[in-house]
């Protein structure tokens, strides 16, 4: 994770939204290539799951900060997103609140073009993909600027309440 994220997580004293959009991220990711050749992570074994970004959300959240990701997806899910699914008790495990929002769920919402997070309703932070879900320049644009925070944060909180619990999910 981008050092932009870990510096304002470090900051966060009351909440970290993360809202993911896309139905494809980092297909070249060492991890997802592993997932796609039958790598499954073993809930019971934690050391062989457990990495860095993990000890960044228990960290953060044993601070007090409410982290929530929510991922708005197509359904049936595509590969990328079944391989995020398969590994989100990950994400849970360090103390983060997720959620899925399937795309026929979203009429009538109005959400942001780019992915992000928002940190204590006032810094956002944009994530620039291409349509293949690679990163491009910028990777990550950091803005101070409570007005769009809000945006982020009126749009994210409409979703979130349609969205469903991860421990409820069941991808089609």
Do not use: C
């Not at 981008?2 to 993360?18: G, M, N």
């Not at 809930?43 to 708005?72: I, K, N, Q, Y």
């Amino acid at each position: 994770m981008a050092t932009a994220v870990r510096e304002a997580l470090a900051k966060a004293q009351r909440s970290a939204l993360h809202l993911e959009m896309r139905d494809s991220y980092m297909r070249d990711d060492p991890e997802f290539i592993r997932w796609q050749e039958g790598h499954r992570y073993d809930p019971a074994d934690r050391e062989s799951w457990w990495r860095s970004w993990l000890d960044v959300v228990a960290e953060t959240t044993g601070r007090g900060v409410h982290m929530r990701r929510l991922r708005v997806v197509s359904e049936p899910l595509s590969d990328y997103m079944r391989y995020e699914y398969d590994g989100t008790f990950t994400n849970i495990a360090a103390g983060e609140d997720v959620r899925w929002l399937p795309r026929s769920l979203t009429r009538g919402l109005l959400l942001p073009a780019l992915d992000g997070w928002v940190m204590d309703e006032q810094t956002v932070i944009l994530h620039h993909f291409s349509g293949e879900g690679q990163w491009t320049e910028p990777r990550m644009e950091v803005v101070h600027d409570a007005a769009l925070a809000e945006l982020y944060v009126s749009a994210y909180e409409a979703a979130w309440k349609r969205a469903v619990p991860h421990e409820e999910y069941r991808p089609a």
